[in-house]
């Protein structure tokens, strides 16, 4: 039985996870407010055009009204990654917790060796019992808080991923419309011809992001076939208990203090810290104004 071999393997994957995602999302939050940037510059710029000529006049002022069309959904994208930080957060709160029950079972490691036959004998049952329920809490509350995580990873990318899809549809529609001037005999100045080939580089450069999405979603596949892992872990540190003689209350766990102290207070959700009022009624768990936890 490896469980501290399962939880160390465990750990650097999320800890792979979390580099990648953020890679991503760097990447994404320093390049799209350049994006904004441009289109603001192109913005100002025609503005300041119009007031010299006249006879694109009409041209300005449409090229005016699509960018506008554009510059919006950019700034809500940007505000949109913001949640990204919550979501990292929680998610080297998991690798904390991960590592710290992986450090106590590494350091009882001779428990584990020949576990077979140590589990039957009397002077092991309590050190086993203690673990298993310390090993119990976190998988368990590991599960809930990825799919919780994993949750909000997908409402966020389905956000982001549909925004990028609409401004780029605006981007290209905005670049189709401006070619329509080349068919209609008009002969615009070489800054508006500019402003135009503009926004084609800028659909050009949204097409890329694309790519980002796609590489979010196999992400959050691999992570959810890694929750797949755990949840097995769960049902055999489950089964092992009942070769023990079962659960010790949280309240009477040795590791209540300590580890468990840190794993609930992780868990900085008030949704989530009701689930663990109505589940583990041994916690009594108070939000403060300061958002601490508190066990009794």
Request: net charge negative; with cysteine.
């Amino acid at each position: 039985m490896d469980i501290a071999g399962l939880l160390g393997t465990f750990s650097s994957s999320l800890g792979f996870y979390i580099d990648e995602f953020n890679r991503i999302f760097v990447h994404v939050s320093e390049s799209l407010p350049v994006v904004g940037n441009q289109i603001e510059s192109r913005v100002k710029e025609i503005q300041d055009l119009r007031e010299s000529q006249e006879n694109d006049l009409e041209l300005l002022e449409g090229l005016i009204e699509d960018l506008g069309q554009v510059r919006l959904p950019v700034f809500e994208i940007i505000i949109e990654l913001q949640r990204q930080d919550i979501i990292n957060q929680q998610l080297n709160h998991l690798v904390d917790a991960v590592k710290d029950v992986h450090q106590i079972i590494v350091e009882d490691k001779a428990l584990f060796d020949d576990f077979s036959r140590k589990k039957g004998q009397k002077e092991f049952e309590e050190d086993y019992r203690h673990l298993f329920t310390l090993v119990a809490f976190l998988l368990n509350n590991l599960e809930k808080q990825m799919v919780h995580i994993n949750g909000d990873l997908t409402d966020l990318v389905d956000i982001m991923d549909q925004r990028f899809s609409d401004l780029h549809t605006k981007i290209i529609a905005l670049y189709n419309d401006r070619k329509e001037i080349d068919r209609s005999g008009q002969k615009p100045g070489e800054t508006v011809l500019s402003i135009i080939k503009s926004t084609k580089d800028l659909s050009f450069e949204l097409e890329q992001y694309s790519n980002f999405f796609k590489r979010l979603r196999i992400l959050q596949e691999d992570l959810n076939r890694e929750l797949t892992l755990c949840i097995s872990l769960k049902e055999d540190v489950e089964a092992f208990q009942k070769e023990v003689g079962g659960p010790i209350p949280l309240k009477e766990c040795r590791f209540t203090s300590t580890i468990i102290q840190k794993i609930v207070e992780k868990l900085s959700v008030e949704e989530e810290r009701q689930t663990l009022r109505e589940e583990y009624s041994e916690l009594h768990i108070e939000e403060r104004f300061t958002r601490d936890v508190v066990l009794f």
